[in-house]
Nanobody
Framework: QVQLVESGGGLVQPGGSLRLSCAAS????????MGWYRQAPGKERELVAI???????NYVESVKGRFTVSRDHPKNTVYLQMNSLKPEDTAVYYC????????????????WGQGTQVTVSS
């Protein structure tokens, strides 16, 4: 009963920008963290950026200075602004959320979006 709905992926030229959005909905008690992972062909899924309820952010080194993750807490929505995109950013991007659902007292569960393709190519 918790869903993550993503939008914003697509094809972009090197140096271009995209903005990904992800909204969490359902039987949510609280959201501990939201962010983005990505997986390129033949590679392990890696953390791209994440933000906690306290506002702390973490980025993979390769996107620092280019990507910005932010949250709209009342809407349970996370964004990833991607600037100066490079071909090596090409991957399926997955929204991630760590959520305490209403049916548990203390547990935190991990939820994933369906993934959205980001392709950076000239």
């Amino acid at each position: 009963q918790v869903q993550l709905v993503e939008s914003g992926g697509g094809l972009v030229q090197p140096g271009g920008s995209l903005r990904l959005s992800c909204a969490a909905s359902g039987s949510i008690f609280s959201v501990n963290a939201m962010g983005w992972y990505r997986q390129a062909p033949g590679k392990e899924r890696e953390l791209v950026a994440i933000v906690t309820t306290a506002g702390s952010t973490n980025y993979v080194e390769s996107v620092k200075g280019r990507f910005t993750v932010s949250r709209d807490h009342p809407k349970n929505t996370v964004y990833l602004q991607m600037n100066s995109l490079k071909p090596e950013d090409t991957a399926v991007y997955y929204c991630y959320a760590r959520i305490r659902p209403r049916w548990t007292n203390t547990a935190l569960n991990d939820y994933w979006g369906q993934g959205t393709q980001v392709t950076v190519s000239s």
